[in-house]
């Protein structure tokens, strides 16, 4: 296609661990064993290991290490992924030069090893054929202060006892008498092994007792731990520098997502934000911001389109709520210019009734197949709770802009549109604004009411700020504006006190970040106005949610608002039939079900199913039969309709005609046994 190209939009990325299980590479087929204990030992992150090791499919590993590889690749849009060529040119390299004084390949060498992990080193020198010292090399790198590492370092290698390979060597746990072919002085003096090295290799003699430029151990009469400490650095460096975010996700979206996007996981920041609206409804405000947003270039349009497939599970790991949304974005060049360099930011709100949850949201990018997750527990208190303070929404300016007609906008405080970011980093030329809701004070509690705002800097209390409940008009929610300009960049913790009676009632908090930086690119916000809180569409919705938690006499008011509102929707119409099935109250279905059949345009099947079984319990048998035989006609044969009908003929005392519709269900579904007996006996009565 003519000028299609993919763009990654990426931004900064942040690091979550945490992961532990025990599991055994002995499974492993061969070309994984090597690749895992060979190719990649000295890179993968023990997370990523323990990952690698759940997986029980070829197909599974060829992912992950997919995966694996992309997550390491420092030019995504490039058809070579730089790092793994360069990785396994090490090896190469490795297994070339530094296998040929040792019985172990090259890159299982200290030096193999120390070059696969950081490449050539920018100067080598060289003490060989000395009678005093054993064969040394001193290797010098600098510029690999992006990796965590000192400006410029050494790491010197030497051959032990004169033969064999060469070892890594550390000022402190070997000393510079371990240098030396014969040192008959105290073994824990190393000044004066250093002094003997000093008179006969004076080159040498400095980096026997510190590897790091300008560090004068010798002053301190032995080595110091800055060595060692470097050592452990350079060993873990290829752990430091990835994300291992990823493979635990890898580990639980595998069987989730499609198979194209399971080796793209990116990171994400998230917000998640809990409000009660005017009618009682509470809602959850959610917020992701991608590493990247990928799109699709033809011509001078550039697109994309994300799904969003959301859960929300109770204790008892019931699906209370799912929901399902697809993004389209198109952009034109200036568009696309003025956010190519901001976080795309997806906003977006939904009712839930009081309980405990687990909240998970999918992204998936139809064009990268790329995909991220929100995950977050929620708590929504209800009325038993008699006074509530909601968590706080840190944001970076605001602006009265209340919505037309009542609607709602996601992450609104009333008649306030906060303007924030997911990782709550601040510039000293922002505002810190922080809104919250407070439910449940009485007239008399607010009316001598107060709110502290307590600023924390590093650990230690650094401001407080004192205010009168009355002193904000717009209860229950409350927004306040706190310039940074005068507060030093550090990490900071804000908390806010209701203080009732003198006594502080309730408290919520969060952190935020104040950067030494001049700018930070901000997001750019996808979301839509939604209905007002009292909108029938949101009695449906939490009338669903307390039919799924097992609460149907609840969900039942509910159900029928949002019915008599619009009976015409087949959602409305079907689940409230199902409601009234379960409570057994089979006359209230067929008036709601009915007219879903005599439309143009056929239901869905469960409604011929449902609608049927309520007249088939009413006794009312050869309707039933009819609307089984309609669904049929619509849907195609199906073993419930048939089995269903089936049981109606069978009631009506026909068994031949119950018979054979059985033994259709049974030509469609053999593994019936159920049915096949009834049939076997139908057949015997003959």
Known sequence: MRGKRIFALTLAVFFLAGFSFTADKKDLPDRYRKWLDEEVIYIISPLEKEVFLQLGS???????IE??????????????????????????????????????????????RIHIILGEANDIQRFEGKSQIYNTEVWFYQGLTQ????????????????????????????????????????????????????EFEPQLAPYTLS??????????????????????????????????????????????????????FIDSDSKVFVTREPSGLSFVHYAIEPVRLSVNQYENKFYSTLSLNGTVLDGEDRTVYQFEKSIPLEFDE??????SHRPLSIRD?????????????????????????????????????????????????????????????????????????????????????????????????????????DMIRDGQPWRDVTRR???????????????????PPAHYRVQVSLIVDGREAVTSSDEFDLTYAQTIPRPWAYSKLLAPSDHPVYAYVTGMQMFNTGRPEEARDLLERAYRTHPESADFSLNLARLYFQLKE?????????????????????????????????????????????????????????NAAGECYFQLGKPEEARVTWEKSLEINPDQPEIKKSVDALKEKK
């Open 211 to 264: 590897l790091i430029p300008g560090e004068n151990a010798a002053v301190m009469g032995r080595p110091t731990m800055s060595s060692d400490i470097l050592i452990n650095r350079v060993e873990g460096t290829p752990i430091r520098e990835i994300e291992e975010k990823y493979a635990r996700k890898f580990l639980e979206y595998k069987d989730l997502v499609e198979v194209e996007y399971s080796a793209n």
């Open 147 to 198: 990796k965590g590492l000192p400006p410029g370092f050494n790491l010197v290698f030497f051959q032990e006892g004169g033969t064999g390979d060469y070892k890594l060597y550390s000022p402190l746990a070997d000393g510079p008498q371990a240098l030396m072919t014969s040192y008959f002085g105290d073994q824990s003096d190393y000044i004066a092994a250093y002094q003997a090295i000093l």
């Open 334 to 339: 200036n568009r696309m210019k003025q956010v």
């Open 469 to 487: 409940l009355s002193d904000y008009p717009d209860a229950p929610n409350f927004v306040d504006r706190f310039p940074l300009k005068d507060f």
């Open 67 to 112: 995966a694996f590889w992309k997550h390491r690749d420092p030019t995504l849009n490039s058809p070579e992924n730089e790092f793994r060529t360069e990785h396994y040119k090490r090896i190469q390299h490795a297994n070339h030069f530094f296998g040929r004084t040792s019985p172990k390949a090259g890159w299982r060498t200290d030096r193999g």
């Open 349 to 453: 709100m939904f009712p839930l009734i009081p309980g405990e949850y687990r909240l998970t949201v999918l992204v998936k990018n139809e064009v990268s197949k790329e995909f991220t997750t929100l995950e977050r527990k929620l708590v929504i208190p209800g009325d038993e709770v008699p006074l509530q303070m909601t968590s706080l929404l840190l944001g970076f300016r605001t602006e009265i802009d209340p919505p037309s007609g009542n609607r709602l906008r996601p992450f609104q405080a009333g008649r306030y549109r906060i303007y924030f970011q997911s990782k709550r980093v601040f510039l000293q030329t922002d505002d810190l604004v922080v809104a919250f809701q407070v439910h449940g004070l009485t007239p008399q509690q607010q009316e001598g009411a107060q709110l502290r705002f």
């Open 586 to 642: 089979y006359a209230l279905v067929p008036p709601v079900l009915k007219p879903l059949t005599e439309r143009t345009e056929p239901p869905q099947f469960e409604v011929y199913l449902l609608l049927g079984r309520a007249y088939q319990a009413l006794g009312e048998l050869a309707p039933a039969i009819e609307i089984f035989d309609l669904g049929m006609t619509h849907h195609g044969l199906s073993t419930n309709l048939l």
């Open 58 to 64: 070829d197909r599974e590993r060829d992912l992950f």
